[in-house]
């Protein structure tokens, strides 16, 4: 496990949460699990309980999931296609009055994360994608005009890391790092 090297402890499931693309390209997901994965990301919290997240799932074998597979940049599509299920998530970037929704993006983040932490709970692992195409994704999909594509998590097993070449086991193994605190809090870091 690639468990993350935190300045004070944090709760498991967040110090042990990675972003694999080696994936069991054998391994199902209950449909329990997946329930429950998309329940956790219903309740995230959002700006006036506006819920402005779409989920479009595609299970592998399906043509959803085929789909978004197909949105995938190339180097996401060398490896996603092993998931057991690939999630696009899409805004809806207006409010219910026609003016912009500027909070949309941050409240399907919060979505994001909730997904990721009972996915990661459960004993999958999820790696969310930037890499892909929006609009074909919206062309492959039938994404109407009132919904912005702005991300795709993938969801599986993980396998060992040694299936994978290249740049991909290069970033699969590599020590996970983040900035530290006091790089990133500008005022007020606690001693």
Not at 68 to 89: E, M, T, Y
């Amino acid at each position: 496990m690639n468990k993350a090297q935190t300045a004070v402890e944090i709760h498991e499931v967040l110090a042990n949460r990675f972003s694999p693309r080696s994936l069991d390209a054998t391994a199902k997901l209950p449909s329990r699990d997946l329930l429950a994965i998309l329940e956790a990301a219903r309740w995230a919290p959002s700006a006036n309980n506006g819920q402005p997240w779409r989920f479009f799932i595609g299970n592998r074998g399906d043509d959803t999931f085929t789909q978004i597979l197909d949105s995938l940049a190339s180097f996401n599509q060398g490896w996603a296609h092993r998931s057991s299920a690939l999630v696009l998530v899409a805004g809806v970037h207006t409010r219910p009055d026609g003016t912009p929704n500027k909070n949309f993006l941050y409240d399907c983040g919060l979505a994001v994360s909730q997904m990721v932490f009972e996915t990661h709970h459960r004993g999958f692992v999820a790696h969310q994608m930037t890499g892909f195409d929006a609009e074909k994704a919206a062309e492959n999909l039938g994404i109407e005009n009132s919904l912005v594509a702005v991300v795709v998590v993938s969801i599986g097993t993980q396998a060992p890391s040694e299936q994978l070449q290249g740049a991909m086991l290069e970033r699969e193994i590599a020590p996970r790092e983040r900035k530290a605190l006091s790089e990133i809090v500008l005022k007020g870091l606690p001693n």
